[in-house]
């Protein structure tokens, strides 16, 4: 049976702020940061975005590119570490507001930054056991970083959406793994504003150990190397960690240059492997084989493979594709910043 | 203008005190995916939904109707003294929109300088945050326009 991804859409806030704008208040040295981490900017949200409304606007886009109804929909999961309500569904109003209720189920997801993939596999298994016809997941994020924190370099905005069935493929999934432990390399309590992290102690035990095992355990599964692939989407919470990552794996920068964006956009955390996954997409061609795997922290990594169909043709005639959100930017002051984020109560 | 019409202005302005959660949540479909109705006798179009066209009153047969939601700005005002839930978003634009089927809505128009901002601009929707209710209440979100480029 043909499982995969029928349609996706992305959606990217259209302002930016650059590590220099931010550095400048904190008297940090730009330069050292950016070689850092890798990052020349991030994405803001607009005054009246957030995760909610990223999430809709990515939905939409998905339902817009592909060919099937939004009635179809039989499950909408979103994930999220931003989710508007602590308590309230942000999949009831997606679901709502791309016309897919009511006859559906829908979900929150919250795993750090890989909740979006969590929502594939369960669209996935759901297709598969003939429960639904088509899947939505979501992964989309506002994410916050505290005022003089690591993280404020690198918290950006952006969501992408998949839609999961068996008709019209356009990239079958043809394996996934899943690698989980409890790390605490990451976390925020509840009724808090910012995030707590473990400083350098979130590389090794975090993102390398899930990224790279979830990948060699597909590799294993799939009696694959690194060298059959074309394209490598990996979780980019920096430009150092991905970079890092796929080249201790054995995988060449021209088979992961393309899905690193983060140096443009930040990191989009549950949004971010997605949005990687569809700058990839909107680039491939019919037959390619394309390994993604995405990091949560706290701490697991989802990883997938997949191969492009001959009906990626006709979604990547369709607009919005993933470039023209990296098109537009609009840059903020750090002062205008901290209005769009709500820093100033 | 009638009185869903008049509800629409008044929540636009921020008056959530009026606009209540349950008299939200009635239109919530709607403001969602700009569902409005069309008349099949008189071909005329309704938004906010109107449950009986006033132009062949008994002889009509409305319809539920999802508008493109492209159209084009036919005046606009810059709100610079806001009530207090819209304070923060200050100066901000509220216009009034003509859809592409002929229907008038007043709604935000975000993300572009007032200066570029003229009468008889296309815009298109975008799903926006429209206000809270409180800190701790309600969040309103829906349909607001942006230009288009």
Known sequence: MEVGICSYGVYIPKYRIEVEEIAEVWDEDAESIKNGLKIKQKSVPDTDEDTATIA????????????????????VYVGSESHPYAVKPT?????????????????????????????????LALVKSDMIDYGMAVGADVSQGAPGDALEYSAGAGGGAYLIGKKDVVAKIEETVSYTTDTPDFWRR?????????????????????????????????????????????HQPNGKFPTRAAKKLGFKKEQFKDALLVSEIG?????????????????SDPGDDILVTSYGSGAGSDSFKLKVTENIKDIQKEEPKLESF???????????????????? | MDQEELLLFIFYLGRFDIITVPRFWR????????????????????FPPRNLCPSCRRKGDIETYRFNGTGKLVTYTV??????????????????VELEEGSRLTSYIIDCD????????????????????????????GIKFTPVN
Not at chain 1, 96 to 117: H, M, N, Q, S, V
Not at chain 1, 326 to 335: A, D, I, N, T, V
């Open chain 1, 91 to 123: 999949a009831t109003i997606v679901a709502e507001a791309i016309g897919a209720t009511p006859d559906l189920t829908a979900a929150d997801y919250e795993f750090a930054c890989k909740a979006g993939t969590a929502g594939i596999q369960t669209n």
């Open chain 2, 27 to 46: 239109k919530i479909v709607n403001r969602y995916n700009l569902l409005g109705t069309k008349c099949e006798e008189c071909g005329e179009f309704y």
């Open chain 1, 190 to 234: 509840e009724g808090k504003d910012y995030p707590e992290h473990g400083g350098r102690f979130t590389g090794e035990p975090g993102y390398f150990k899930h990224v790279i095992a979830a990948t060699k355990n597909l590799l294993n599964k799939t009696e694959t190397d690194p060298s059959y692939y074309d394209y490598a989407v990996f």
């Open chain 1, 56 to 75: 809709v606007e990515a939905a939409r886009n998905a339902v817009k590119r592909g060919k099937m109804s939004a009635s179809e929909i039989g499950a």
């Open chain 2, 79 to 96: 709100i610079r003294s806001a009530a207090d839930i819209h304070e923060k978003e200050t100066p901000y634009i509220l216009g009034i």
């Open chain 2, 114 to 141: 007032i200066d570029d901002v003229e009468i008889g601009i296309k815009v298109k929707p975008v799903f926006r945050r429209l206000g809270e209710e409180s800190e701790e209440g309600l969040i309103y979100y």
């Open chain 1, 326 to 345: 990296l098109k537009e930017e609009k840059h903020l002051s750090y002062g205008s910043y901290a209005r769009h984020k709500g820093k100033v109560k």
């Open chain 1, 267 to 283: 990191n989009t955390y549950s949004g971010s492997t997605l949005i990687g996954l569809a700058s990839v997409l909107d680039k």
